[in-house]
């Protein structure tokens, strides 16, 4: 069964259009009766001015109803204009095309401006005003509606026909803008379609513009490198892995078959036993340092104000018994009281591996100097040994996992090169650095920085 897909080109354009029709519905509709309103204030404002000359130039009679010239100087045209007396209603004065209307009601009310729809004679406005003289009474101003109506309804009909080609052309606008706004997102898709475990070397070309854009298409090419380093060091792991767990293994099936060629006496299985104890644990003590690297990225979140000196001096207090074995004497150079905002279990299992790297790779009778101190803005942590050292070549090499320099490949120094390993990723979570500085022969200087 296909799973509906949702295109988002389509839900942009529908909602763009949605948003715009009603944009245009509103805006057309409040400018249509602020035109209309415009129309209308422009007729009353003309039929007061009719009826004002009207007032100064009228001349009543007594006898007869007296007939209003129509002038052709009037502001608007048609119109009719008829005279009323204020007593008996009576019509005193009128143009000769004023028609018969019902104008009581409107007389009788406080307004001046009417519109009437009439079925005699259509819609007309109405302006009624109120004199003193030349006689005291009422001048009625009217004109037929039917040029401005055609005028509102011809500006209807071009918004009515131009508002569906205006939304059309916009949306025929932002068709354009949004293929233009998705093509690397396209891009983007075509490639993460494309890219497996064996092909991460594609990348998507940025783009000329710096914009979101560009930051989408920049971040998921550092994600593919991130991928692909993942997945080399992941190859890496699992080879070094296999590399690291075969001599043991080997080992003990080698010591357990040659046991179980023939009867044996005691003492020899009891050997046998003791040398298959040890890679068992030489094997449990690897596979714990290995499973140390996945409660590192989890530890980030939990710190605490801690006073490194203390932990420091109780480090070292730990392995003292360790570097006594060897005659090694630890002397503790420069230490300062620093207290840091920071997680207690990497900055011990720093400090643990850094001394106790130092006390594995130095021969007897030697000395470990150490330094705890800070600067403006960093702490700095110090461990020089007097050991075998670590060649140029191979310096840059020491913090990758499993891997252990010409000299220190035996077991009698115990170790599985995932000691550095550990300081270099709890550094990355911490944000902090490390620099080794060495030569064969003359010991190995390491220099930790924590920001503070």
């Keep these: ?72 100087d009037y502001p608007i045209s048609p119109v009719m204009i008829a005279v009323f007396g204020a007593n008996s209603m009576k019509m005193v004065a009128k143009t000769v095309t004023f028609m018969d209307i019902p104008l009581y009601q409107y007389i009788k009310s406080n307004e001046n401006f009417f519109i009437v729809k009439t079925k005699k004679y259509g819609k007309l406005a109405i302006y009624i005003s109120r004199i003193i003289s030349p006689i005291k009474g009422y001048i009625v101003v009217a004109t037929p509606m039917y040029k401005i109506d055609i005028k509102l309804q011809d500006i209807l009909i071009k918004m009515l026909v131009l508002n569906p080609i205006l939304l059309f052309l916009l949306l025929l606008g932002a068709n354009l803008i949004i293929d233009r706004i998705l093509k690397p997102i396209k891009e983007i898709t075509e490639v993460a379609n494309e890219i497996s475990v064996g092909d991460l070397d594609r990348m998507i070309p940025l783009p000329i513009q710096k914009d979101e854009i560009y930051d989408l298409v920049k971040a998921f090419n550092k994600m593919v490198a991130r991928l692909r380093n993942g997945i080399e060091m992941m190859e890496r792991f699992n080879s070094d892995v296999s590399h690291e767990l075969k001599t043991p293994l080997t080992v003990l099936k080698g010591e357990l078959e040659i046991a179980l060629r023939k ?16 890679e068992v644990n030489y094997l449990i003590d690897m596979v714990e ?33 360790k570097a006594n074995n060897k005659k090694i004497d630890i002397k503790i150079q420069k230490l300062e009281e620093i207290t840091l905002n920071s997680n207690k279990f990497l900055i011990q299992n720093i400090f643990t591996n850094i001394i106790d790297n130092a006390i594995k790779y130095t021969p007897e009778n030697k000395s470990i100097y150490i330094y705890l101190y800070q600067t403006y803005d960093k702490v700095v942590f110090e461990v020089i040994d007097e050991g075998i050292g670590i060649s140029k070549n191979e310096i840059d090499k020491i ?17 599985f090169g995932l000691g550095l390993s550990i300081v270099q990723k709890a550094l990355e979570v911490l ?11 003359k010991g190995l200087k390491v220099t930790i920085y924590l920001k503070k």
């Excluded at 003492?267 to 104890?277: C, E, G, R, S, V």
């Design 1 to 72: 069964m296909n799973e509906h897909k949702e295109n988002l080109k389509s839900i942009v354009l529908w909602w763009l259009g949605t948003f715009v029709a009603l944009l245009l519905i509103i805006f057309n509709t409040i400018f249509y009766e602020m035109l209309k309103y415009s129309f209308y204030n422009r007729v009353e404002n003309s039929l007061a001015i009719v009826a004002n000359q009207t007032k100064d130039n009228f001349e009543p009679s007594k006898d007869k109803i007296v007939t209003i010239p129509q002038k052709l």
């Design 263 to 278: 009867d044996r006496n005691c003492d020899y299985y009891k050997n046998t036993l003791q040398i298959a104890l040890k």
């Design 289 to 321: 340092e290995m499973l140390f690297f996945t409660k590192i990225e989890n530890e980030i979140s939990q710190k605490e104000v801690l006073e490194l000196d203390k932990i420091l001096i109780k480090t070292i207090a730990n392995l003292k018994t």
């Design 399 to 415: 913090t990758e996992r499993f891997y252990r320099t010409e000299k220190s490949r035996n077991r009698n120094i115990k170790g």
């Design 431 to 441: 944000d902090g650095e490390i620099i080794f500085e060495s030569e064969i022969d």
